[in-house]
């Protein structure tokens, strides 16, 4: 009897322990098996990430098909573009008339209709000039935004046309606001600050070279005096890039013009490839108009793409070693 007790002590107790090991493998396995899963998963979502971001790099329109479909980037870019409009508004409406006494009674409505067609018009044209650049020269949407932006509101103070500042900028820098040439231009239209440092002064100094905002600015001064002082937009360009005293600018004026026609092509809502084939660089037409008269608008020429005018910028400081009178201006 004794003997039936102690076997079925000794069994329990085994079976006991047996369980208990069983338990701890089975524990041992599924956290094992846990931690396999995660690591493989963390390294495919890596592998992932990698391929979005080279894609995103090669294709810059997938980003922004990608903010299209995120909430916070559609909000995000309303409000950018909600900014926008209503500065536009602001620059675009028309000079409060003088005010005259009306009877008592009556309501005066403002005629608002001229204003709020060139804002859509100016806005829409924005819009494709935005989109274009941004692809051609690979730069993020919301920052090629704010160079056109910038660009066609200091084209509305200056009366130069825009599209000929941001072609000016393509070939200059490639819409990088931090580009330097060996010689000291600096920014987005490639300013010799320290020539023009007067200009920056009210800019917050020559510091402010480098914000694209005040760059722009400065650049235009600079490009619409060269223009007028030139009696041509070609002489003026050719002053720009510091080959004033020479007989050829080497092809850069060529430039600026092929590129000021394609953004002309593309505000009008053409469909202009974002990568175009090398032209040999030719004499483009007069494009004098596009430094635009108080009354009217500019209607610019233009001729071939960006290459590479580091060769010219060696020239820079003949094309800004003088204090351009702006007294017109």
Known sequence: ?????????????????????????????????????????????????????????????????????????????????A?????ETERTMPA?????????????????????????????????????????????????????????????EVKIDPLLILSVMAIESGFNPFAESPVGAQGL???????????????????????????IRVGSLILKDYVERGGSVEAGLKMYVGAGALETDSGYGAKVLAEYRRLKEVATGKKVPVITPTVTASAAPAAS???????????????????DVSSMKENRPLAQNEEPTISSL
């Open 83 to 87: 900014t926008n409009a209503q500065v």
């Open 189 to 215: 239209m490639q300013v010799m600050s320290k020539i023009h440092h007067d200009k920056f002064a009210e800019l917050g100094g020559i510091k402010a070279a480098l914000n694209p905002v005040a760059n």
């Open 1 to 81: 009897m004794i003997n039936r007790y102690t076997r079925a002590a000794y069994d329990f107790t085994r079976h006991q322990a047996t369980q208990s090991a069983a338990w701890a493998v089975f524990a041992r396995d599924t956290i094992s098996g846990f931690m396999t899963t995660a690591r493989h998963a963390l390294t495919l979502l890596g592998i992932v990430a990698i391929v979005v971001l080279g894609t995103m790099f090669v294709k810059p329109e997938t980003a922004d098909r990608l903010k299209k479909l995120s909430p916070f980037g559609a909000s995000t870019q309303d409000s950018v573009n």
């Open 289 to 307: 108009s596009a430094v635009k008269p108080a009354s009217a608008e500019a209607k610019p020429q233009a001729s071939s793409l960006s290459e």
């Open 96 to 156: 409060a008339a003088p005010v005259t006494p009306l009877a008592a009674g009556t309501v005066r409505i403002p005629d608002l209709s001229h204003a709020v067609k060139a804002q859509d018009s100016s806005s829409k044209q924005q819009e494709w000039v935005t989109e274009w650049l941004a692809k051609r020269y690979r730069v993020a949407a919301d920052a090629t935004n704010m160079f056109v932006s910038a660009a066609y509101l200091t084209a509305k």
